[in-house]
Every structure is written in C-alpha cells, then in structure tokens.
C-alpha cells in the first residue's frame, strides 16, 4: 500500500485525525527543544509573583524579629527602672521611719499644740483635701501611692 | 508595644494630715510624713513618664519613624 493510496483511502474525520496527530507530534518535538508558547508572558508573571511574595515574606519576618528584640530590650530597661523606684521608696520609708521615731521620742513630742495654731494646721490639711479629695489620707481616698499611713494617728479631721 | 507600669505608678499620693489634738511631736512626724511623700510621689510620678517616653521610643523604632518633639 503506497503513501497515495493511504491519502485517497482517508475520510474527513481520518483527515482530522491525521491533522491533530501531526500538531501533536509538532507540539511535543518543540517542546523537547525547548520551545515555549507564552504570548502573553505568563510565566514571567508568575515567577515576579513568587519573588514578590519571597520578599514580603523576609520582611515580616524580620519586622517581627525587630519588634521581639525591641521588646525584650524595653522590658530589660522597665525593670531597672522599676528596681531604681523600689530600692529609692525602701530607702525613703526607712529614712522617715527613723525620723518619726526621733519625732515621736523628742522631749516635747506629747506637748500639744497651740490652739489657734492647731486649727490653722487643720483648716489647711482640710483644703488641701477638699481640693485634692483622692490624695491619700483625705476621705474616700484609694489605697495611696508612697506608703506609709497618711495619718499619723486616729481621729484624722481631713475630712 | 507595652511595658508593664507598676501598680504604685498608678495610685494617687498620700497626703499626711494632723490628728484631732495634735502635739510636737504629731507636727513634727507629719512634716516628716509628707516630705517623704513628696520623694516618694515624685519617683512614681517618674516611672510613670519615662515608662510613656519609653513606650514612644520602641514603637517609633518598629516604624523607623521619626517623633517630631513634643
């Protein structure tokens, strides 16, 4: 059977088919050369998206890491403060401890107080609480920065 | 970012007042009383600023911005 009488044997589906098989076969031998059929550049595309991604990806995570050293960094310099602010209020409460005690011990600590001079006193501690209500040691005052009993002994009249 | 403010930071100042029949030596412990509260408020009222100044800083440096003064 010659080539000529396998072409005028074919119908116009063994046409079709024979047209399909060659683009194939043309299709794949392109391939293996290294042909590539991209118009439109998609895979450029595709490859700059990737690296894009790569990118932002390095940078959160070294956003991240920045933000976690700077944390730890922050938090180090936080207690040393707070450990100045500790050691500073001992050494006050244990200076005025000292000093009220020496007060308290003075020869003329029960002597009282002039009255006029103890209503001037009193009359003052009650403005400085009726303009400050929440200090320390007025009424209705919270629990006060600074320790120590804000007043020195019962029967405050701040209020 | 937050750094932890301690809970003294936070409460008001205590204010040192005379009792009902003070003496000597009331005044004299009130006196006392109240310049340690003064020293003792003052740090508070420090840690309490340098913890926001602090705070500023590390949130500036994660944006690599730069504050304009206050």
């Given at each position: ?9 074919l ?15 043309g299709?794949?031998l ?6 590539r ?16 991604q ?19 960094e922050?938090?180090?310099?936080q ?5 100045h602010?500790?050691h ?13 005690s ?12 002039e009255?006029?001079?103890?209503d ?9 609480c ?13 629990d006060?920065?600074g ?11 701040a209020? | ?6 809970e003294?930071?936070t ?23 109240r ?23 590390m ?5 690599g911005?730069k504050?304009?003064?206050?």
């Amino acid at each position: 059977m010659s080539p000529g009488s396998i072409l005028r044997a074919l119908t116009p589906w063994g046409w079709l088919a024979a047209g399909v098989a060659a683009l194939a076969l043309g299709v794949a031998l392109l391939g293996g050369l290294g042909f590539r059929w991209d118009p439109l550049d998609l895979q450029q595309k595709r490859l700059e998206t990737t690296r894009t991604q790569a990118r932002d990806a390095v940078a959160v995570a070294t956003a991240q890491a920045d933000a976690r050293r700077l944390e730890t960094e922050g938090a180090a310099a936080q207690a040393v403060r707070v450990d100045h602010y500790q050691h500073r209020t001992t050494a006050v409460e244990r200076a005025t401890a000292t000093a009220v005690s020496q007060a308290r011990s003075a020869d003329d600590a029960d002597h009282p107080l002039e009255h006029r001079r103890a209503d001037r006193l009193h009359g003052h501690d009650r403005e400085l609480c009726r303009l400050a209500p929440d200090l320390g040691g007025c009424t209705g005052a919270a629990d006060p920065a600074g320790g120590g009993d804000a007043t020195l002994r019962p029967g405050d009249p701040a209020g | 970012m937050r750094l932890i403010l301690p809970e003294a930071a936070t409460r008001p100042c205590a204010l040192a007042t005379l009792p009902a029949d003070p003496t000597a030596g009331d005044l004299d412990a009130a006196y006392a009383q109240r310049g340690a509260q003064i020293v003792a408020c003052d740090g508070a009222r420090r840690l309490a600023v340098e913890t926001l100044l602090a705070e500023r800083a590390m949130q500036d440096a994660q944006y690599g911005l730069k504050r304009p003064p206050d």
